[in-house]
Structures are given as structure tokens and as C-alpha cells.
Nanobody, 124 residues
Framework: QVRLEESGGGLVEAGGSQTLSCAASGNTQESYSMAWFRQAPGFEREFVAT????????YYSDSVKGRFAISADTAKKTVYLQMNNLKPEDSASYYCAASRRFGIAIAPTDMDYWGIGTLVTVSS
């Protein structure tokens, strides 16, 4: 069992930056690919970014490519999402997820574990 806890959400002005963190605990001996998803009220959960098990490959949704960056600190068992040039449409609850899947995992059904989310609100 892996537990994921997100932090770093809050209110930010459009054009600003924010960094989300996802701390993992529990059975972290196994390697996982890590991902961030987001969900706005009335919308389905959507993929944002993923980091491969090796930590060398990343993949982003078109809506955040060039603005967001996913990274990890394996010693701290923490995954980050650096968000730059934020837009009001980035407002959502952001969820961290872990997958045992080999290769790029970008679908919610690929994920084995989820955090409870952290809310990001971007004001215009």
C-alpha cells in the first residue's frame, strides 16, 4: 500500500507560479511511475504530467506543455509539479497518482494509488 499526500495548493494570480508537492509513504520499495491529474468542478479528471519509473522520461498534456514541469526527489520520496505562467483555466483540484505500469501511464485507469488532492485557484 502506498499513501500519497499532496500539498502546495492555494490562490495565485494569473501569470504567477506555484509548486505542488506529493509525498509518498508506505510500500515505496517498489518503483512506480508518478503522475499529476487535475479535475475542475463539472469536468472529468484529466491528465497533466507523468514521470517514468526511471525518472528520465516525462510527458505532458498539450494544455500545460512548456509551462509545467514534473520532477522527483527520490531521497525525500517526493514528486513535484512546478507550474508557471498560470491561467484561470488551470484552476482545479490537483491529484498525485502512482502506477506500476511499464511505459507512459496517462490514463486514470492506469493508476494504482491516488492522493486526496490539493486545490489550486488562479485568479484573473
Amino acid at each position: 500500500q502506498v499513501r500519497l499526500e499532496e500539498s502546495g495548493g492555494g490562490l495565485v494570480e494569473a501569470g504567477g507560479s506555484q509548486t505542488l508537492s506529493c509525498a509518498a509513504s508506505g510500500n515505496t520499495q517498489e518503483s512506480y511511475s508518478m503522475a499529476w491529474f487535475r479535475q475542475a468542478p463539472g469536468f472529468e479528471r484529466e491528465f497533466v504530467a507523468t514521470l517514468s519509473k526511471s525518472g528520465t522520461n516525462t510527458y505532458y498534456s498539450d494544455s500545460v506543455k512548456g509551462r509545467f514541469a514534473i520532477s522527483a526527489d527520490t531521497a525525500k520520496k517526493t514528486v513535484y509539479l512546478q507550474m508557471n505562467n498560470l491561467k484561470p483555466e488551470d484552476s482545479a483540484s490537483y491529484y498525485c497518482a502512482a502506477s506500476r505500469r511499464f511505459g507512459i501511464a496517462i490514463a486514470p485507469t492506469d493508476m494504482d494509488y491516488w492522493g486526496i488532492g490539493t486545490l489550486v485557484t488562479v485568479s484573473s
